[in-house]
């Protein structure tokens, strides 16, 4: 549960942005929620299909699958049509083995869907990250730390955006676009959100993760949902139909972290919250003429895994627990586990960042602050055999026979490490720490066959070969987890919740990857997706390449032109709105 001086600071953060609403635009959009023009001069709509894509925040392969096939998700089944075999429908496709990038967890995947590139070259990194030549911890969706700060400038300053390095779809596509929720909207032309009341109540309950009545649980985040598209059918009315559109569901990822049976009640969470309100964005198409005219494509950023909601199996948060009390018997000062450290607390020597499965521990040079109070060189990478060794090795002593308080032991799957590279650079791959050398991933693979982890060691490069790889920590960790293993046998660094993601099992990786049109031939769509993403593994970091060639892919017979009305015409009044 949220401390009391928490739940204050939220209280009066609300009331201060209150304040000020009327002279801030952004301050304006985050209390009331509603539109904003993100580009200084929209975009006109262009002739050509439609794009739609419906962003399922943690709805794993498996369980959409289960909710189509259901007959209980009618809207999103009649769309597909009848099942052909082989991921072909009657009018869509769905690529049957698609999968994430590394770790599989909310900021980074949803950076990278809306990139086509990994982390190591989005920049963004997990759901926290901490860069080093800033001594900047980000956390716009925080794991280690309760403050809301940066859930709120995410929505109101595109920290998100502001934080991708690599150009995204939007402007990549240049077209009239739009972005309801989602956290990566740079380069829309319009961003719709909901009121600070209601992300502050939805990031506050989430951080407390106590709340044990299902009905209580799913209300929160249902209506989180559901209030999003009235404002995303308001904005259209208002400002036209976009040639691309991004409709984003958070409150399934949410819900399923806080549910005691997590895959069942989200499939149920799927067919009875999530398929109506795709329902009533379809009826709004198909109101302005333009359904037939339009792909409509399903993706998610990761799945789910069940686990145990205690303290023995979420591993520790604060710095007198594991694993920071590894790293802090290593000799090593540990930064609090808080947005912004105070000026007193400027001398740490490391830094963690969770992102669920996978945990990143960045570490100084200690030579540049030997002393107490002294600021570390954070430009400066650590020294390879006097920083970096020591905490992997004490990583996997603590992983066989426990740390301080035993809590790590056995909980560690895989140690990652490699050579540092300086802020800036190309880094190099991690390694897996076998007890006395890193090893390459391949070797350590050859020798230890690892079929649970999927594609291990082309997911770890997109996520650490980069010229932000480094972003990614000196050590990761890879906590033990997976349907594969007893629920018993599952870790992951956080608080205590009944599922969690990140990993690189099957679970957390497999995400649906849905291409479909209406009148459309499923056979027609396989090879158009076939075309633009020709890898034998598609991945999430296809969805670029995929969007733009149907922008550009019109029915048989030759591309329509969609009909340009007063329905879908930009509005008359360019001025940026926020409502």
């Known amino acids: 549960m949220l401390p009391s001086c928490y739940r204050r600071i939220l209280i009066i953060l609300s009331l201060a942005l209150m304040v000020v609403a009327s002279c801030s635009p952004a301050a304006k959009l985050i209390v009331e929620g509603g539109e904003k023009q993100v580009r200084d001069q929209p975009r006109l709509l262009k002739p050509g299909p439609f794009v739609l894509i419906f962003a399922f925040d943690g709805a794993g392969y498996a369980q959409l699958m289960d909710a189509l096939n259901s007959g209980k998700a009618p809207n999103m089944s009649a769309l597909l049509g009848k099942d052909m075999g082989g991921g072909v429908y009657e009018h869509a496709y769905s690529a049957p083995n698609a999968i994430s990038i590394l770790p599989s967890t909310t900021i980074a995947a949803w950076s990278s869907i809306f990139t086509g590139k990994g982390p190591a070259h989005t920049g963004v990194t997990g759901n926290e990250w901490f860069v080093r030549e800033q001594m900047k911890f980000y956390a716009p ?3 280690s730390i309760e403050e809301t700060d940066d859930v709120l400038k995410m929505i109101a300053e595109d920290l998100v955006g502001n934080s991708v390095r690599s150009a995204t779809l939007f402007e990549l596509a240049k077209v009239k676009s739009s972005v309801s929720l989602n956290p990566v909207y740079r380069g829309a032309d319009i961003f719709t959100a909901l009121p600070t009341t209601s992300m502050l109540s939805v990031a506050t309950s989430f951080m407390a993760g106590n709340m044990e009545q299902s009905s209580e649980k799913q209300n929160i985040y249902e209506r989180m949902d559901r209030d999003s598209v009235p404002r995303l059918i308001e904005s259209i009315n208002t400002h036209g139909l976009a040639n691309l559109q991004v409709v984003y569901f958070p409150g399934i990822d949410l819900y399923t972290h806080l549910a005691h049976d997590p895959l069942q009640m989200e499939v149920s969470y799927l067919e009875n919250v999530t398929d109506p309100l795709v329902g009533d964005v379809l009826k709004a198409y198909q109101e302005k003429g333009v359904l037939d005219d339009t792909y409509v494509v399903f993706i998610a950023d990761h799945g789910h895994t069940p686990v145990l909601k205690d303290s023995s199996h979420a591993l520790g948060m604060q710095p007198n627990n594991e694993p920071a009390q590894v ?8 930064r609090p586990f808080v947005l912004e450290p105070g000026p007193d607390e400027q001398d740490y020597q490391a830094a963690f960042a969770y992102q669920g499965a996978i945990a990143y521990v960045y570490l100084a040079d200690r030579s540049t602050c030997p002393k107490e109070g002294d ?26 026979v426990g740390g301080a ?7 560690i799957d895989l140690i990652f490490a490699r050579r540092p590279s300086p802020p800036g650079k190309d880094t190099l791959p991690f390694q897996i720490y076998d007890g006395k050398k890193l090893v390459p991933i391949p070797a350590y693979l050859e020798e230890h066959p690892r079929p649970d982890l999927i594609d291990l060691d082309e997911r770890m490069r997109w996520l650490a070969v980069g010229p932000y790889g480094n972003r990614a920590g000196d050590i ?12 018993y046998q599952r870790y992951y660094f ?34 158009v997706v076939h075309r633009a993403a020709p890898e034998l593994v598609p991945s999430q970091l296809d969805l670029v390449p995929i969007v733009r060639a149907l922008l550009t892919t ?3 017979g030759g591309t329509q032109q969609p009909p340009v009305s ?8 360019p001025a940026a709105k926020s409502r």
């Open 554 to 556: 019109g029915p048989p």
């Open 375 to 400: 600021r570390c060189d954070w430009n400066q990478p650590p020294r390879f055999d006097r920083d970096v060794m020591p905490v992997a090795n004490a990583f996997y002593k603590a992983n066989r």
């Open 405 to 411: 308080d035993g809590q790590l032991k056995g909980a």
């Open 327 to 334: 790293v802090k018997a290593a000799g090593f000062r540990i």
């Open 566 to 573: 007063a329905a879908t015409a930009p509005s008359a009044t």
């Open 476 to 487: 990761l960790l890879l906590s033990k987890t997976g349907l594969e293993r007893p629920i």
């Open 141 to 143: 969706a925080p794991v």
């Open 494 to 527: 956080s608080g205590p919740y009944y599922s969690w993601h990140g990993s690189a099992s099957m679970q957390d990786s497999h995400i649906p990857l849905i291409v479909a049109r209406r009148n459309y031939s499923g056979a027609k769509l396989q090879e």
